[in-house]
């Protein structure tokens, strides 16, 4: 879940639920992107709360020089 994930569902949402006005079979094209609109805000939330995700934890790497003389 992150940020770029809401921001996307909301954007698809908003599109299908405001510029859509047709019906796919028993979809209505409508609803659906009002369920993606509140999914992608649920998500855009989440990502606010529970923050930068977290990963392994690898070791500080450290550039000393040598103190060997390259010939």
Do not use: N
């Not at 392994?56 to 010939?71: L, N």
């Amino acid at each position: 879940m992150t940020l770029g994930r809401g921001i996307f569902l909301m954007t698809i949402g908003l599109i299908l639920a405001l510029a859509v006005r047709d019906r796919v079979g028993t979809f209505d094209l409508s609803m659906i992107g009002w369920i993606l609109t509140g999914v992608g805000l649920l998500v855009f939330t989440l990502s606010f709360l529970v923050g930068p995700a977290r990963t392994a934890h690898e070791p500080d790497v450290v550039d000393e020089p040598d103190d060997v003389d390259e010939v």
